[in-house]
């Protein structure tokens, strides 16, 4: 099965990588792209295709839509009369959703995933969703495998697609928010910024994976390092004066509130 993707930017080379190294063949794999400098990264990096439109649109039979939510308009309205209704297509444009694809396209047979960036080492986690009827069961399982490539996957209701683009989508850059301020925090206590670094690393990482393996809360294990009169609760308490907890409740809604913006501003 060839795969095209309009839009050569980093969520699709890490698709593009993630795909290959799971077998996919590269000969199955397009690219369509207004960059030129982007088209001969990709095509001498990858060795994928980069035909013109024409023959792009009638060699892909599924298409993965990987442009800015902000540039869907124009772009899908201007390969219009390329697109057909045997077309399979994939869209990651946050806050984009099916209704508005379709009506961009005139088709039905639309897939809206939303990925993350720490698809780019195979470890991302995509929300899949869709609507038609159209969608057949091995079309699903095309979907699965190809987001499969680049990490976890999990089906929600389209209605929770803007949550979990706020959440998921957007939530690494909250995490690297999170650990620069830690790293800061280090450096403020009187350790050198490569040390401050790789222990705010190391501790982040092993405390995902005990959260991940142990299937515990995290105010279960918070609890685990809290003592009382200790210090890791005294930080906590500085944190909390300072509205931690609640800024990232709200930073989470404000994110919401943008998808839900650009999806109304591509209507």
Known sequence: MNIGFIGSGNMSEAIISGMIAKGFQVKNLYILDVNKDRIDYMTNRYKVHSPNAEVFFSKSEVLIIAVKPQVISNVLLSYKKFIKKEHLLISIAAGITIENIAELTGIDKIIRVMPNTPALISMGISAITFRSQEIKEHEKQIVEKIMGSIGEYVWVDEQNMNGVTALSGSGPAYIY????ALIDGGI?????????RKLVIETVIGSTMLL??????PKELESQV????????H????????NF???????VKSAYLRAIELGNENK
């Open 226 to 233: 809290t003592s009382p009169g200790g210090t890791t609760v």
């Open 212 to 217: 991940k393996q142990t299937n515990k809360s």
């Open 177 to 180: 928010r999170f650990i620069e």
């Open 235 to 242: 930080g906590l308490d500085e944190m909390e004066k300072n």
């Open 188 to 196: 403020q206590v009187g350790l050198s910024r490569e040390l401050s």
């Open 245 to 251: 907890s609640p800024s990232v409740i709200e930073g």
